[in-house]
């Protein structure tokens, strides 16, 4: 199957696609909307929101999520908070401001008329979520409260305490629940997308499994929205949630669309650093921390053993300062990532493994006391103690980079559509609108922009576009179905049965294949590592098919479920490596060691201007490159400096 | 490098007796396994992986418990650990707890939550949907997506919004239900009445969602509240018992309001 790449952007001023968009689109008549089903898969941010606005349009809403319940998603666990273009602190923020400083942010590799949409739709977010009783913090006047976040300079960034996230996705969890209780949304907990369903080249459906009984089952539909998040744990350790996982994109991508930019990954720079092999994930410690914390690590190496109260001020580098005097601690997330680890390389990382760096708030207790650092962030300073078993009131955290988000994922045009007609995808699980890295509060907006703002429109136009032929309805018995759930059914008795003979958990597979993408595919790449990684991948690929245990249990089955996911991540991997591979430029996240100038990274405009779109050939085989010129007629792509 | 750490970490014993059921239908039995050279930085959720990487190679059947975030957020994990929901930490979830709070050699009993609401699937894993359910009777505010008046038009006393945070931040987890000696679901239900209470978006259906939300929450077969103060203790979030009484009002007003009786009348709909 192939495909073109067309961005279908609209024509005219980029402050007027939007409208051009909304007033030039196919419309459903309310008689008609009940005469369509959505499936919407995931109930993070983005496929919450997109659930209950469109039922609440009228159409009948089917919503599958892996977790008991739709407010577990791993959206949840964002903390430190959402950006929106609302200026009210009065400090020179706009919709175009909001719009340049994600496109610089992003390094210049996202489309413009995708984030000036975003820039424009962050406002209504939060007066939705504030009508759902979204608990966001005020100031005495009554009025919200904002703080500034990496990569800007005005204070646009809305937040309820360190719960941003949870309190966003309770708010869509519970404009989902009404839908429920009004019959609109038929929820499907516990079950795992396993398979999309293509009928006369359009997708009309899932397989999936639920996950507590084992069942398989099919689902048709007339649109299919995937918003299943990112695919941070192809590297074992990261912030991501244990159940995050990519099997619902790659099976999207495995029948046909495309995958985009799957080599920019984020490695956010503040996370609790790795302590031992038995970790099953790394936490985050929210980049709102950067606002009032100061990162650095002593001069001398002499120092790294001594209590870092006992260091002098001047025999401390504040490295962030030094070298980012306007931005300072809020570099973006890249940029302070491969500052922390370039120290750490130098040998002046802290802590027993020296691969951290301080992040201290004595300054910020001393200026505005104890109590008002607590009240911002005390149960992120809960949390460090927790784990590490040290107080950060006392001494600074250490803290280290570690896969957090993923840009990449299936490539989307304006409509939010992939290259599989019919399906849609939202959220993390896209690829659209950060380019090659996101600014830090820019995931909760893109979620809830998708959800709310955007594919309410696009879905209602997708549908009618295609009536004549959506209306007639697929039924389950269809060939397709019965092919994709055989498939299905197939790959699972595979599993089992060689599990029957193989010696090595899907754990320990896992752990290996997270060693080779964080070492090889992580925050430095080369020539040299990146074709280590493709072969160390297929040697594990191998031992995947030939030597895991597995236990013979088809209902509740964890190690089943992990064992499906890895032989998503193994391939997955290898597409990550190749991507690398070609893009010999660095930008963003995406660090060439080849490819710099003066130690900073160094783009390539004239060759790598371009999002790459995958498509999939088979299981170990290179995937085709498809490429989508970016064409930037509002901004000039220039070197990104926070100097 | 995630391999270069050299750890001087302590070990210990841990011997654990852990409820063990194939199915809803089956009848459940505790199973006793003991694991030497654990470390103490590791979690207590850590552990259990551990424990089943071993079954697994054992041949045996891991034991099935839920977690996700492992932060503290989700509200996924939940585990009876000793008698305790969460185990011995106040005001943290069973993935924050980390095996330097329990002694080597110390016998951990580990079960589900025990509710009759909350029915067991397999193992350690129970059925939360209860919780979803009380949800959908009303915890929510009518609003639509569409445009809204701009968020700075209805100004919030920074208290209220505040008061309102602290019960918004319940993570469902269902250790309240698990430490009450009746399984009352009240300080799950009451945190949302309350969050929605205390703010003015969440007033037009005040009188409605207190009425729904207790009537679905008696229907799930969750007990009363008997001011035990059990839920307080155990909630990881420390969600504070005053919800429940804010409850209570605003049932109460709600119940006693003709107009509300004569007008919408749908309360044990």
């Known amino acids: ?643 | 490098m995630q391999t270069t750490h050299v750890t001087t970490a302590k070990t210990m014993i841990v011997r654990l007796k852990i409820w063990r059921q194939d199915s809803p239908k089956d009848a459940g039995r505790f199973e006793e396994y003991t694991m030497d050279n654990v470390l103490i930085d590791m979690s207590f959720l850590e552990m259990l992986d551990e424990l089943n990487e071993k079954l697994l190679k054992e041949g045996k059947r891991p034991v099935e418990f839920e977690s996700d975030c492992r932060e503290g957020i989700c509200g996924t994990c939940s585990l009876m650990i000793s008698g305790q929901a969460h185990g011995p930490i106040r005001g943290a979830t069973t993935c924050q707890l980390y095996m330097r709070s329990f002694k080597s050699g110390e016998l951990i009993t580990i079960e589900p939550w025990r509710a009759r609401a909350f029915p067991v699937l397999r193992d350690l894993v129970t059925d939360r949907r209860a919780f979803d359910r009380i949800q959908m009777a009303g915890g929510y505010t009518g609003a639509k997506t569409g445009p809204h008046a701009d968020a700075n038009a209805m100004l919030v006393p920074k208290d209220l919004s505040d008061r309102a945070m602290d019960a918004a931040a319940c993570i469902g987890c269902g250790a309240c239900v698990a430490a009450c000696p009746n399984a009352s679901a009240s300080l799950f239900t009451s945190a949302k009445i309350t969050q929605l209470a205390l703010l003015p978006q969440g007033h037009p259906d005040r009188k409605r969602r207190a009425l729904r939300m207790v009537a679905q929450m008696d229907k799930e077969g969750f007990g009363s509240c008997s001011n035990l103060q059990e839920c307080e203790a155990a909630c990881p979030k420390r969600i504070s018992i005053q919800n429940i009484a804010i409850m209570k009002q605003e049932y109460l007003k709600a119940a006693i309001s003709a107009d509300y009786r004569e007008g919408l009348g749908d309360a044990d709909a």
């Not at chain 1, 001023?13 to 995931?42: C, E, F, H, S």
């Not at chain 1, 300062?321 to 370039?342: C, I, T």
């Not at chain 1, 010696?503 to 925050?523: A, C, H, Q, S």
């Open chain 1, 1 to 643: 199957m192939s495909f073109e790449l067309k961005s279908g952007v609209p024509e005219g001023p980029l402050a007027q696609k939007w409208d051009k968009y909304k007033a030039d689109m196919k419309l459903v008549n309310p008689a008609n909307k009940r005469k369509y089903t959505v499936i919407v898969v995931g109930t993070g941010l983005a496929g919450g929101s997109a659930a209950a606005s469109l039922a609440e349009l009228g159409y009948n809403v089917k919503s599958f999520c892996i977790h008991d319940s739709a407010r577990r998603a791993h959206s949840i666990a964002a903390q430190g908070g959402i950006n929106a273009a609302k200026a009210y602190p009065n400090d020179g923020d706009s919709v175009w401001r909001l719009f340049y400083d994600t496109i610089k942010g992003g390094d210049y590799r996202s489309r413009e008329a995708n984030v000036y949409r975003l820039a424009q739709n962050s406002t209504s977010i939060i007066d939705q979520c504030v009508s759902q009783g979204v608990p966001f913090a005020r100031e005495y006047s009554g009025e919200l409260a904002n703080r500034s976040f990496g990569g800007a300079q005005v204070s646009r960034t809305f937040y309820a305490r360190g719960q941003t996230g949870q309190q966003l996705l309770l708010g869509a969890y519970s404009q989902l629940m009404k839908e429920v209780d009004k019959g609109k949304v038929q929820l499907f907990p516990y079950h795992e997308l396993l398979d999309v369903v293509m009928v006369d080249g359009k997708c009309r459906g899932i397989i999936t499994r639920e996950i507590n009984t084992g069942k398989v089952e099919r689902h048709a539909a007339d649109v299919v929205i995937m918003a299943t998040g990112g695919y941070g744990r192809v590297y074992y350790l990261s912030t991501n949630a244990m159940n995050a996982n990519a099997t619902a994109i790659w099976r999207a991508h495995r029948r046909g669309a495309a995958f985009g930019n799957p080599c920019y990954v984020q490695i956010h720079p503040t996370c609790i650093p790795v302590s031992g092999t038995h970790q099953a994930k790394l936490t985050l410690m929210s980049e709102s921390l950067r606002n009032d914390g100061r990162v650095w690590v002593p001069k001398k190496k002499e120092d790294l053993a001594k209590a870092p109260s006992t260091i002098p001020e001047e025999d401390r580098d504040y490295f962030l300062e030094r070298k980012y005097p306007s931005f300072g601690n809020l570099v973006p997330r890249d940029v302070a990532s491969r500052n922390a680890k370039d120290v750490c390389d130098e040998g002046r990382g802290v802590g027993a493994s020296g691969r951290a760096v301080y992040l201290d708030f004595s300054a910020a207790i001393k200026r505005d006391g104890e109590s008002v650092v607590r009240e911002k962030y005390g149960n992120l300073f809960d949390m460090y103690h927790e784990i590490t078993a040290e107080n950060p009131y006392k001494s600074p955290m250490r803290i280290y980079p570690a896969v957090h988000y993923t840009m990449g994922g299936l490539w989307v045009d304006y409509s939010l559509q992939t290259t599989l007609p019919g399906l849609f995808a939202a959220g993390e699980a896209n690829f659209s609108d950060h380019g090659a890295n996101r600014l830090g509060a820019s995931a909760l907006m893109q979620g809830l922009s998708d959800g709310y703002f955007i594919l309410p429109y696009t879905i209602t136009n997708y549908l009618g576009t295609h009536a004549t032929e959506l209306l007639k309805k697929v039924e389950t018995s269809h060939p397709a179905f019965e092919q994709a759930e055989k498939q299905v059914r197939d790959e699972i008795a595979r599993l089992i049965a060689n599990g029957k003979k193989g010696k090595r958990t899907p754990n320990e597979i896992f752990k290996e294949l997270g060693l080779v993408t964080w070492d090889y595919v992580g925050m430095a790449r080369d020539d040299k590592g990146l074709k280590i990684a493709i072969e160390k991948i297929a040697k594990l690929q191998h031992e995947y098919d030939n030597n895991m245990l597995l236990n013979d249990d088809q209902h509740l089955n964890t190690a089943l479920q992990t064992a499906q996911r890895l032989g998503d991540y193994l391939e997955l991997a290898r597409l990550i490596a190749q991507d690398a591979l070609h893009r010999t430029e660095s930008c963003g996240g995406h660090f060439r060691v080849e490819s710099q100038q003066d130690g900073e990274a160094k783009r390539d405009d004239e060759h790598f201007a371009y999002a790459a779109a995958w498509e999939y050939k088979g299981k170990g085989q290179d995937a085709i490159l498809h490429k989508e010129q970016l064409v930037f007629e509002n901004v000039k792509p220039s070197t990104r400096s926070y100097k």
